[in-house]
């Protein structure tokens, strides 16, 4: 392709998505990402004199997950007013206390 779209994948990449034993939606959900993260690129490139806002855009676009302490906390918030909504019992707080000590 001679006039390729920026944010049309080359095709060494789609070579590799297609060698991927993935089904054709995920393959379609990786082109997906890649074409917005190529225009999340250009966005921020062209922001580069407003680097307090590429962050805030990055972040905004692209949010990282929940980590494991914290998913785990919220389970355990969950859990805790099934508990005590059922009336089973009044757990310690040393579940709690542990999580906290994890590092992130």
Same mark, same amino acid.
């Given at each position: 392709?001679t *006039?390729?779209?920026?944010i049309?994948?080359?095709?060494e990449l789609?070579?590799?998505?297609?060698? $991927?034993?993935?089904?054709?939606?995920?393959? $379609? /959900? !990786? /082109?997906?990402? +890649? &074409?917005a993260?190529? =225009?999340l690129?250009? #966005? #921020?490139? +062209?922001? %580069? *004199?407003?680097?307090? +806002?590429? =962050?805030?855009?990055?972040?905004?676009?692209?949010?990282?997950?929940?980590?494991?302490?914290?998913q785990?906390?919220k389970?355990?918030? =969950?859990?805790?007013? !099934?508990?005590?909504?059922? &009336? /089973?019992? *009044?757990?310690?707080?040393?579940?709690?206390?542990?999580? %906290?000590?994890?590092?992130?």
């Open positions: 392709m *006039n390729q779209h920026p049309t994948p080359p095709l789609l070579d590799k998505w297609n060698n $991927l034993s993935l089904s054709n939606k995920e393959i $379609l /959900v !990786i /082109v997906a990402q +890649w &074409g993260d190529q =225009e690129e250009a #966005c #921020c490139e +062209w922001l %580069e *004199n407003q680097p307090q +806002w590429m =962050e805030d855009l990055r972040s905004a676009r692209r949010p990282k997950p929940p980590s494991l302490k914290e785990a906390f389970d355990l918030d =969950e859990l805790l007013r !099934i508990a005590r909504q059922a &009336g /089973v019992f *009044n757990p310690p707080d040393n579940i709690r206390r542990a999580l %906290e000590a994890l590092p992130e």
